[in-house]
């Protein structure tokens, strides 16, 4: 697989619940995860990686895998929170976490309930390591 080099990485959060609140979080004058060239974006077409969070109903899996659908290749999914990874503790739904599974694959689980900025960009920063990917220095 070649490596793959922009100038930013770009992440989209359409979540629900307090993980979609720590994750923006991580954009503010505090922690600003821009400094690594990770940026957020609010169109589907300009986003590289989509960030699943919350809980799920019907009306949020159709949100999701649309805007799955809506990105260009190459794509990415992050998968932050209890709630999204294993339902929670009052989150569970089993059709609605089978269907977003097989519709949407998941490259990396950021756990927690819900997971503090620094593991969210932390765990950007490992795929960024671990991953063809690379972000250009500025």
Known sequence: MANIEKSSLNIIVPGTGCCRGEILAARGPVYDMQRFGINVVTIPEDADILVLSGFLSTAIVDRYIDIYDRMKAPKWVFAAGSCIISGG?????????????????VDMYIPGCPPRPEAFIFAVLR??????????DV
């Open 127 to 136: 795929f960024l390591a671990d991953s063809p990917v690379r972000v250009k």
């Open 89 to 105: 503790r009052f989150c569970w739904n089993r059709e609605h976490m089978e269907r977003l599974k097989r519709e949407i694959p």
